[in-house]
């Protein structure tokens, strides 16, 4: 699997190829600005590392506390860390309802402060922006998810590279055929097992 610096140094790499298909395709130039920022984002915070100790988590700073139920939860390179579209989407649903949970929390201390529903109004405010601006929001949400893909896609191939290097072909073959050849070969001997103790019990009497 590539260290973290590797996975920082293809996600700049990246940027610039991504900027510029992003522009070739949507001919926009704030919109291609808001898939890069996700692009990078993602690829430098927000990635499907999170689920360890590695540099994305650590990017966080003082927020670090807010992915540690998430880590304990999943385990490592598991799909719905690093598996496409899934992965983004249950980090972003992760967030999001840390982000609801201080809402609440929020408008029970406007609640108690009779502050005149402050954080409501924010979050009503908040609501409108990006319904407004509902083109931005897809693609930064494009951008994150192109980011994480990159990362999950240099570990596939980097593990697949590794496997290939010890086993060989037979290492890049679907998963499936191989339990499949492995349960015919158990199935072949437990039946030779049966055969051979029934021909000793034959001998025997």
């Not at 140094?9 to 130039?29: A, D």
């Not at 899934?86 to 999001?96: C, D, E, F, M, P």
């Not at 402060?113 to 929001?137: C, D, I, K, P």
């Not at 290939?164 to 890049?172: E, I, N, P, Y």
Request: hydrophobic share 40%; charged share 15%.
């Amino acid at each position: 699997m590539p260290s973290g610096s590797t996975h920082d140094r293809i996600t700049l790499w990246s940027l610039p190829i991504v900027t510029g298909l992003s522009f070739g395709l949507i001919h926009s130039t704030h919109l291609t600005l808001f898939v890069s920022g996700g692009f990078l984002f993602s690829g430098l915070m927000f990635g499907p590392d999170l689920d360890i100790n590695s540099r994305q988590f650590q990017r966080w700073g003082w927020f670090k506390w807010l992915w540690r139920p998430y880590q304990t939860s999943l385990n490592h390179r598991s799909f719905l860390s690093h598996g496409p579209i899934i992965g983004t989407a249950l980090r972003l649903l992760y967030l999001l309802t840390l982000l609801s949970v201080l809402v609440v929390l929020g408008l029970m201390i406007d609640e108690l402060l009779n502050t005149e529903g402050r954080t409501l109004g924010f979050v009503a405010s908040l609501w409108r922006s990006l319904s407004e601006h509902y083109q931005e929001v897809i693609a930064l949400l494009v951008g994150i998810e192109l980011g994480a893909m990159s990362h999950s896609l240099s570990d596939w191939s980097s593990s697949a590279y590794k496997r290939f290097q010890t086993k060989g072909l037979s290492s890049l073959l679907p998963q499936i055929k191989l339990q499949r050849r492995q349960r015919k070969s158990t199935h072949k001997s437990s039946s030779s097992k049966v055969v051979a103790s029934g021909s000793r019990h034959r001998s025997k009497k």
